[in-house]
C-alpha cells in the first residue's frame, strides 16, 4: 500500500528476520496479583494467533506487553525482532492495535483521525493522503470522510479503528474483539479484512469470546487463563479432544436407574440427561453407539431419534476451562 | 523530542477544540468579559463627579509622570492600572480549560491507547497538549489587551494610553502571562491525568490563580505595585516552575497508569 517515506525510514528500523512475535516466559503482576504468566510462543509471519479465554483471563494484559504498552514483570517478548522492553517505540512502529473499544475522536472526521496517527507514525503527506483514500473506500467509508466519528455507527467505528490500525502497513496486527457488538453485516466485514490481511502475510493476534470466529481465522489458538492451558490449531484441538456427544431423544423421559446403568457402559465418558434428551459423551462414536442403543431398547425405553455431534472448538473450550459446554446442534 | 510528532498532536487538539462548543466558549468567553470589564468600569468612573482633590494628589504623588493628566484621567489610569492581572489570569485560567479537557476527554473517550501505541513518546505527547492549551491562551491575551488599548484611546482618552504601555505593563502581559500560562497549563496536566472529571481538575488546578488574585487585590489595596524588573523576575522564576512541572509531568504521567487504572 503506498511507498514509504524517508522520515518514516528514519522512524521505523530494519526488520529482523525470524518469527514475527516471540514471547520468552512473559509475565505480568499487578501487586500481588499475576494477570498473567509464563507465556512462551512463537508466531510465524503471515500466522493468525487466537487468544481465547474468559473475562479476566488475561488476554488484554497480554496484547498491550506485546504492544510495549506495559513493561512485563518476568521474561521477554519480541516483535518483529524489536525487544519490547528494550526498543518499545520500534516495536510499536510495527504494530497496529485494534483496541477493545474503537476510540476514536469523535469530534474529528474519519480523514482527521486518520491523518492524526499517520502523522504520529511519520508518514509524510502525499502518503497520507493516498493511504487514506485507499482504506476508507476499501472499508467503504470515503463518501463520509468528512463526517465526524460520532455520528458513525458502531460497525463504522470499528472499520475507521482498523483503517487506523492498517495505516502504517503493520506487519503485526493486534486486533482485541473486533465484532464485538457489531451486528452481522458489520462483523462479516470485519471478518473478510482479516482474511484479507492474513494472505498479505500480516500476522495477526486475535482476541475473541467467539469461538466460531477463532475457529474460522486462526491457524493457532491459545486458550488463556493466567496462562495458557493449551495452545495448538482448532483442527488438532478439536480432534485431540477425541470426543463425540450422542444425542437421544425420547419418547417419555428415562429413569434415573437406568441413566446409572449406561454411565456404566463401555467407552461412556459422561451423560448428561434433561427431560425428554439425554446426551451421552463418548470416545468413539461408530464403536460406542451400538451398545448404548440396544442398552436403551433392553431397559424397554422409546427411542424417538439419535444425532451424534462432533466435538467443537467450544467444547472443547468448556473442558479446558472446567466447565460444561451449551447443548447445541450441528448433527453429523 | 521530534517537531513533526508535536505538531501532529497540537493540530489534533485545536481541531478537536474548534468543534468543542462548551469549551470553546469558555476559551472565548472570558477575554471578551475581561476586556469590557475595565473600560466599562473606567468609563463609569469618569462620568461620576468630581474626584476628591486629596485623593488625586496621593495618586499623583505615587505616578508623577500623570502631572499633566485632568483629575479624572487621573482617577482613571489608577482605576486602569489594577486590571493589568487581567491580563494574568486569562492565560492562567484559558490553558487549565483546555489542559483538563484534553486529558480527561481522552479517558473519556478511550483514545488514549490507539495513540500511546505508536511511537510517540511521552514527553513529545505532553508537550503537544501544552503547546495546544498555551498558545490560544496567550494570544486571547494579548488581543484582549491590544483591544483595550485601542478602546481606551478611542472611547476613554489617548493620554490614558501610555498608562498601558508602561514598561510593567509590557513586561506584565508579554513576559509573565506566557510563564504564567505555562505553569497553569502543567497543573492541568497533571491534575487531570489524576481525575476523571475535567471540571473537577479545572478547580483543583486553578489553585493555581490564587497568588495572581492575591497579587490583584494587594496591588488594588495600594500597597505596592510591581516595576518591569519585578515582573521579569517573577516570569523568570514562573518558567521554571512551569519547565520542572512539565518535565515532572512525564514521569507522573505513567503510561501503565493510564491504561490499567483509566476506565
Redesign the interface.
Known amino acids: 500500500m503506498g511507498t514509504g517515506s524517508t ?1 518514516q525510514a528514519a ?1 521505523v528500523a530494519a526488520p529482523t528476520p525470524g518469527p514475527m512475535i516471540r514471547a520468552e516466559g512473559l509475565g505480568r503482576r ?1 501487586g500481588d496479583f499475576w494477570a498473567i504468566r509464563g507465556l512462551d510462543f512463537t508466531l510465524a509471519r503471515g500466522e493468525v494467533f487466537g487468544l481465547l479465554g474468559p473475562n479476566g483471563a488475561g488476554k488484554t494484559t497480554t496484547v ?1 506487553l506485546l ?5 512485563p514483570s518476568e521474561g521477554r517478548a519480541f516483535v518483529a525482532g524489536f525487544d519490547v522492553s528494550t526498543s518499545p ?2 516495536a ?2 510495527r ?1 497496529g ?1 485494534l ?1 477493545e ?1 474503537p ?6 472526521s474519519a480523514r ?1 483521525n486518520l491523518e ?2 499517520g ?4 508518514l509524510t503527506a502525499d502518503v497520507r493522503a493516498d493511504r487514506i483514500e485507499r482504506l476508507l473506500r476499501l472499508f467503504d467509508l470515503w463518501d463520509r470522510r468528512d463526517a ?1 466519528a460520532a455520528t458513525f455507527s458502531k460497525g463504522m467505528k470499528q472499520k475507521l ?1 482498523i483503517a ?2 492498517l495505516l502504517h502497513e503493520p506487519s503485526v496486527l493486534f486486533f482485541d474483539e473486533p465484532t464485538s457488538g457489531l451486528d452481522p453485516e458489520a462483523a462479516f466485514i470485519v471478518r473478510e479484512a482479516i482474511a484479507t490481511l492474513k494472505a498479505t502475510g500480516r500476522t495477526i493476534v486475535l482476541c475473541t469470546h467467539n469461538l466460531d470466529e477463532a475457529e474460522r481465522l486462526c491457524d493457532r489458538v491459545a486458550f488463556l487463563r493466567g496462562e495458557i492451558l493449551r495452545i495448538d490449531s482448532p483442527a488438532r484441538l478439536r480432534t485431540s479432544a477425541g470426543t463425540t456427544t450422542i444425542v437421544v431423544t425420547l419418547a417419555d423421559g428415562i429413569a434415573p436407574e437406568i441413566l446409572g446403568g449406561l454411565r456404566s457402559q463401555p467407552g461412556v465418558l459422561g451423560i448428561d440427561g434433561t427431560g425428554d434428551e439425554v446426551r451421552i459423551s463418548v470416545r468413539d462414536a461408530r464403536r460406542d453407539t451400538p451398545p448404548l442403543v440396544r442398552a436403551l431398547a433392553d431397559a424397554g425405553v422409546d427411542v424417538l431419534g439419535i444425532s451424534a455431534t462432533q466435538a467443537t472448538l467450544e467444547s472443547v473450550y468448556f473442558d479446558v476451562m472446567g466447565a460444561r459446554p451449551p447443548a447445541d446442534g450441528g448433527s453429523s | 523530542m521530534r517537531p513533526p510528532i508535536v505538531a501532529a498532536v497540537v493540530v489534533r487538539e485545536w481541531w478537536e477544540l474548534v468543534r468543542n462548543r462548551l469549551l470553546l466558549f469558555s476559551v472565548l468567553l472570558p477575554p471578551v468579559i475581561l476586556s469590557a470589564v475595565p473600560l466599562i468600569s473606567v468609563k463609569l468612573a469618569e462620568s461620576a463627579e468630581g474626584p476628591p482633590r486629596i485623593a488625586v494628589a496621593q495618586i499623583v504623588a505615587g505616578h508623577p509622570q500623570w502631572a499633566d493628566m485632568t483629575p479624572s484621567q487621573v482617577v482613571m489610569a489608577f482605576l486602569l492600572q489594577q486590571f493589568l492581572m487581567v491580563f494574568l489570569i486569562l492565560p492562567g485560567y484559558i490553558p487549565l480549560a483546555i489542559a483538563s479537557y484534553s486529558i480527561v476527554g481522552e479517558k473519556q473517550t478511550r483514545s488514549l491507547e490507539a495513540v500511546l501505541a505508536t511511537p510517540i513518546r511521552t514527553g513529545e505527547f505532553l508537550a503537544g497538549k501544552a503547546i495546544a492549551a498555551i498558545v490560544p491562551a496567550v494570544v486571547a491575551a494579548w488581543i484582549s489587551y491590544l483591544i483595550v488599548l485601542g478602546l481606551t484611546a478611542l472611547l476613554l482618552a489617548p493620554r490614558l494610553v501610555p498608562v498601558l504601555v508602561e514598561p510593567a505593563w509590557l513586561g506584565a502581559v508579554f513576559a509573565l502571562g506566557p510563564a504564567v500560562g505555562l505553569v497553569s497549563v502543567t497543573a492541568g496536566l497533571l491534575v487531570s491525568s489524576r481525575v476523571n472529571d475535567p471540571r473537577a481538575a479545572q478547580q483543583i488546578g486553578a489553585v493555581i490563580l490564587l497568588p495572581i488574585i492575591a497579587m490583584m487585590v494587594v496591588q488594588t489595596a495600594g500597597n505596592f505595585l510591581l516595576d518591569l524588573n519585578a515582573y521579569l523576575l517573577a516570569a523568570a522564576a514562573t518558567l521554571a516552575v512551569g519547565i520542572i512541572g512539565l518535565r515532572l509531568g512525564v514521569i507522573v504521567f505513567g503510561r501503565e497508569t493510564i491504561l490499567t487504572r483509566w476506565k
Open positions: 522520515r522512524m499487578f498491550r504492544t510495549a504498552l506495559i513493561a517505540e520500534d510499536r512502529s504494530i492495535l483496541t473499544a476510540g476514536l475522536y469523535e469530534r474529528l482527521q492524526f496517527f502523522r504520529l507514525h511519520g465526524l479503528a487506523r490500525a
